[in-house]
Every structure is written in structure tokens, then in C-alpha cells.
């Protein structure tokens, strides 16, 4: 079974600092990984597809990427602001038109 | 463009009450997705479609029906609710399987 999943549940980081955010999967089979954020009480918007053929995505201050191999995709946030608090969650493809989602991760920046 | 939209926001059923949750995409998208998310559980995917009039079901779909006669709209069916089926559902759509997916804001459903 696909499973999807993302460590710590929760992060505090005061603001300015850079940071990482983790996701990992079980099928190295993937075919694309997506991050989304969602605000409280809001729906999901998204912000970076990265391909299993790429290695990075970029857009502004966020970057992703993907290794196979490993499992794993991390998004990088530099220089975290207070409007980045917001729980994020990544989401896999393993080429059967749906997501698997993972359990996301609560960000909240300490101004 | 609106993007996608569902309605209601927000709605109290009683337990054996039924009700259908609305949801339309102006993107001409061929996927429609609705999931459901309950505190600490991430996203489950309840049915999806490929495009008008073809359905299929996901991870969770006992207790709901869906149907899709237009591109545009994709309506979630709950018959005789119950209380497992408090959540927040999310309906999505994408122009291709493994395309960016596009949430609306959500329905909060409570069911007591």
C-alpha cells in the first residue's frame, strides 16, 4: 500500500530563519509529488508540482524537491515571515489519476 | 473565473438525514475529486471522475453516491447520515490524472 507520510506534526521557527519541511513516501514508483498549504478553516491551494523526472521545483521562496531513491521530498522556505504560518501538506501521484495524501505539517512562525 | 466552488459552507444534519453537497468547476476540467478530512487524518479521497458521466470510487466511499451529467458540476449524495460522516469535504479538479488539483473551500458537515 502507497503511504504517504510527514514528520514533525507541528514546528515553531522564528521568523527570518530558513526551514525544512519533510515528506516521505513507501513506492518508489512515484510519478509526481505536490505541496500544498492550507490556512485554517480554508481550502487547499497548491503550491509546487515537481515531476519523478526533476529534481527541484522552484517558486519565490519555496523550493522542492524529489529523491526516488530515498523516498523522500523536502520543502525549503527561506526566509520564513509570518504569513508562511499555515499547515502544509504534500501529496503523492503513483499513476493512478489520484493523490495520496500525507497527514501535513502545522508551521507557525514566531515573529 | 471562479475557480471551484462548493455550497454549502457549512450544514447541521440529524442522524438518517440526507443531503447533497454541491460542487462546480468553471475550469473545464475533465477530474473531479471529493474528499473528506477529519482532524489529524489528512485527506481521503471518497469518489472521483475522469470526465461526464464516468464515476468511480476511492479510498472511502461507503455512505456516499455521486453523479456527473455536466463537466462543470459534481454533486456528493449522503443518505441516512451518521455521525461518522462529521467532516470537512473538499471537492477538487485537475485538466489531467497527474495535473496540479484545484480545492474548493470546503463544506463543514456535522451530523448529530
Known amino acids: 500500500k502507497q503511504e504517504v507520510t510527514q514528520i514533525p506534526a507541528a514546528l515553531s521557527v522564528p521568523e527570518g530563519e530558513n526551514l525544512v519541511l519533510n515528506c516521505s513516501f513507501t513506492?518508489?514508483?512515484?510519478?509526481?509529488l505536490q505541496w500544498f498549504r492550507q490556512d485554517p478553516g480554508k481550502g487547499l491551494t497548491s503550491l509546487l508540482l515537481?515531476?519523478?523526472?526533476?529534481r527541484e521545483q522552484t517558486s519565490g521562496r519555496l523550493n522542492a524537491s524529489l529523491d526516488k531513491s530515498s523516498g523522500r521530498s523536502t520543502l525549503y522556505i527561506a526566509a520564513s515571515q509570518p504569513g508562511d504560518s499555515a499547515t502544509y501538506l504534500c501529496?503523492?501521484?503513483?499513476?493512478?489519476?489520484?493523490?495520496?495524501f500525507g497527514t501535513g505539517t502545522r508551521l507557525t512562525i514566531i515573529p | 473565473n471562479a475557480g471551484v466552488t462548493q455550497t454549502p459552507k457549512f450544514r447541521i444534519l440529524k442522524i438518517g438525514q440526507s443531503m447533497t453537497l454541491q460542487c462546480t468547476q468553471d475550469?473545464?476540467?475533465?477530474?473531479m475529486y471529493w474528499y473528506r478530512q477529519d482532524p489529524g487524518m489528512g485527506l481521503k479521497l471518497i469518489y472521483y471522475?475522469?470526465?461526464?458521466?464516468?464515476?468511480d470510487k476511492g479510498e472511502v466511499p461507503n455512505g456516499y453516491n455521486v453523479s456527473r451529467s455536466t463537466t462543470e458540476d459534481f454533486p456528493l449524495r449522503l443518505e441516512l447520515a451518521a455521525p461518522s460522516q462529521t467532516s470537512v469535504y473538499f471537492c477538487?479538479?485537475?485538466?489531467?490524472?497527474?495535473?496540479?488539483?484545484?480545492f474548493g473551500p470546503g463544506t463543514r458537515l456535522l451530523v448529530l
Open positions: 477538487a479538479s485537475s485538466y489531467g490524472g497527474a495535473e496540479t488539483q484545484y
Open positions: 513506492d518508489s514508483a512515484i510519478y509526481n
Open positions: 475550469m473545464n476540467h475533465n477530474y
Open positions: 515537481i515531476q519523478s523526472s526533476q
Open positions: 471522475s475522469v470526465g461526464a458521466g464516468i464515476t
Open positions: 501529496a503523492g501521484n503513483f499513476g493512478n489519476e489520484k493523490l495520496t
